[in-house]
């Protein structure tokens, strides 16, 4: 019989498990519809609410800024949403193992933790531009609010937010594992308490002085403050992106040592054989 | 018993499975006590004994799914606790406490668990598992579709998609009907046959331990309260079948070491 050796980083077993996810998700249309659904209506929502600050500005002093800063709000929006569904595309394929008591079956086989934390955020990226890209267009058509327009930005931002949906997803995920599926609720949760704290939708200049210091610890905060700054200033903020960065790559390892410490206190506790509530 | 250094080269002498000292402590509970044991290649090893006499623990700390308050696991002479990566492609398993995902179709389900395995020529193992397990009429079926007899087989099917030389099956026939449960027995032995595999089978059917093992560990309260061959068990208790020699460890009336 051919096999591939175990012990190597094996690019076949993470193609097995995305191809796994992809036959899942191919299975379900009304998964498919709810990939799309939420971001078109959170776009609508704010789409909308752009065009009634445009309007109520009108004629007014401040109607350029305004106007822009609406701009800005739905532009965060989409942004959010990368931030939201990068976590959600990743934490919910891996409850998708939760929910069908696949856990343990996965642990035997040769894949190992790495191989497996790259096919959740390869998942991740799939699940979220289902819903994201198509949301985007309809933005341009909707709104005349052009994602795509902001150039090489939205690569930067789409790169400090993806790794931060996938570090929360992560820790999240660690969590179903050692506590079991009574702590889902955390995975829907958990990015809502970050949305405030990390200024989506205002400057962080708003937030009183002791939550601006931890709020400058999340590296959202300066995705967002940088499109502000691009929307409203026309200046991309190439320091923001490399601080979001760097923030970043500590708290994906800081996830990663949390995911493998949760893991172990499973197989302490004996929970992988018994995956549920 | 000393469990030796794991060797590096291939030794078809060593046991397949050796269990030193195995000891699992959940809080005040003790789950398994001071286990030691070893299972030859080639041979049904059967472990038996009632609800919460350790089996399931037992197997999944061999696993390296649970790990030991403390003593050693080695499989294919490897250390479980500190290389099991080593000899997972070499194992597997079956438990009722596992499943599979409910919406992919069979098919699917062993094509992703034959490429996690890196078997080349998965399509055509497939194939041969089907006709082995009788599911080819159950490849295009969603598993969640499934009957328990059904899924059971299945489920066999994904412990034998890589040929293990180590098969671990913990209450492989419960829930399943007479009939479909002597199927499944009659399909182990063969596999233990045709590919001289190590199994080491959990169990509380003592017809079934009966049937397929050559060695018989009894359990109780973690602790190993008996291990001979069935036929030595049945003339050291002096009693006509397994259950009653089951019944007779576990009431506490005799102990056969």
């Known amino acids: 019989m051919n096999r591939a050796a175990p012990q190597r980083f094996s690019l076949c077993r993470v193609g097995a498990m995305l191809?796994?996810?992809?036959?899942?998700?191919?299975?379900?249309?009304?998964?498919?519809?709810?990939?799309?659904?939420?971001?078109?209506?959170?776009?609508l929502t704010w789409g909308f609410l752009q065009t009634y600050l445009a309007k109520a500005s009108a004629g007014g002093p401040s109607v350029g800024r305004l106007g822009l800063a609406a701009g800005a709000l739905i532009g965060a929006m989409l942004l959010w949403d990368i931030l939201f569904r990068g976590q959600l595309g990743f934490s919910v394929s891996f409850?998708?193992?939760?929910?069908?008591?696949n856990v343990a079956n996965l642990m035997m086989s040769p894949l190992s933790i790495g191989e497996f934390i790259l096919a959740l955020m390869a998942m991740s990226i799939i699940r979220l531009s289902i819903g994201f890209l198509p949301v985007t267009f309809l933005a341009i058509l909707f709104f005349g609010f052009n994602l795509w327009g902001l150039g090489v930005a939205v690569g930067?931002?789409?790169?400090?937010?993806?790794?931060?949906?996938?570090?929360?997803?992560?820790?999240?995920?660690?969590?179903?594992?050692?506590?079991?599926?009574?702590?889902?609720?955390?995975?829907?949760?958990?990015?809502?308490?970050m949305q405030p704290l990390a200024c989506v939708f205002y400057p962080a200049s708003v937030l009183p002085k002791p939550l601006q210091a931890f709020a400058w610890i999340l590296p959202p905060t300066y995705v967002f403050e940088g499109l502000r700054a691009l929307l409203i200033h026309h200046t991309f903020h190439a320091d923001l992106m490399g601080e979001a960065f760097v923030l970043n790559m500590i708290l994906f390892g800081a996830a990663v040592l949390a995911f493998r410490r949760m893991l172990q206190d499973a197989r302490r506790a004996g929970s992988l054989l018994q995956t549920g509530e | 018993m000393h469990i030796a250094a794991p060797q590096s080269a291939y030794d078809p002498a060593a046991p397949a499975i050796e269990v030193e000292a195995l000891t699992k402590v959940y809080k005040r509970l003790v789950a398994?006590?001071?286990?030691?044991?070893?299972?030859?290649?080639?041979?049904?090893?059967?472990?038996l004994g009632g609800n919460g006499a350790g089996k399931t623990t037992t197997i999944g700390m061999i696993m390296g799914l649970i790990l030991p308050t403390s003593g050693k696991v080695n499989v294919l002479g490897v250390d479980m606790l500190r290389d099991r990566r080593k000899v997972l492609a070499r194992m597997n398993f079956e438990s009722p406490y596992v499943d599979m995902p409910h919406r992919l179709t069979v098919r699917q389900n062993l094509e992703v668990f034959g490429r996690l395995y890196g078997i080349g020529d998965f399509e055509i193992r497939i194939s041969i598992l089907a006709k082995d397990l009788a599911l080819e009429d159950l490849l295009d079926r969603p598993s969640g579709q499934l009957s328990a007899g059904q899924k059971t087989r299945v489920?066999?099917?994904?412990?034998?998609?890589?040929?293990?030389?180590?098969?671990?099956?913990?209450?492989?026939?419960?829930?399943?009907?007479?009939?479909?449960?002597?199927?499944?027995?009659?399909?182990?032995?063969?596999?233990?046959?045709?590919?001289?595999?190590?199994?080491?089978?959990?169990?509380h059917n003592m017809q079934e331990v009966e049937r397929l093992c050559d060695r018989v560990i009894m359990l109780k309260e973690g602790r190993i309260v008996g291990d001979a061959s069935p036929a030595e068990l049945l003339a050291r208790f002096e009693r006509s079948n397994l259950e009653e020699v089951f019944?007779?460890?576990?009431?506490?009336?005799?102990?056969?070491?």
């Open chain 1, 19 to 43: 191809r796994r996810y992809l036959y899942l998700l191919r299975s379900s249309l009304p998964r498919i519809l709810d990939l799309i659904y939420w971001p078109l209506v959170q776009m």
């Open chain 1, 95 to 101: 409850l998708e193992e939760m929910w069908s008591r």
């Open chain 1, 156 to 193: 930067f931002f789409f790169a400090n937010l993806i790794v931060t949906g996938w570090a929360i997803g992560l820790f999240c995920s660690g969590v179903v594992l050692r506590y079991g599926l009574a702590a889902e609720s955390l995975v829907w949760t958990i990015m809502f308490l």
């Open chain 2, 32 to 47: 398994v006590d001071q286990v030691s044991f070893s299972v030859a290649r080639g041979s049904v090893t059967g472990l």
């Open chain 2, 155 to 203: 489920a066999l099917a994904k412990a034998l998609i890589n040929e293990p030389e180590v098969l671990l099956l913990d209450e492989p026939t419960a829930s399943l009907d007479p009939d479909t449960a002597d199927w499944v027995r009659a399909h182990i032995e063969e596999y233990r046959r045709s590919s001289g595999a190590a199994i080491l089978l959990a169990s």
């Open chain 2, 247 to 257: 019944l007779d460890l576990a009431r506490g009336r005799r102990r056969a070491q």
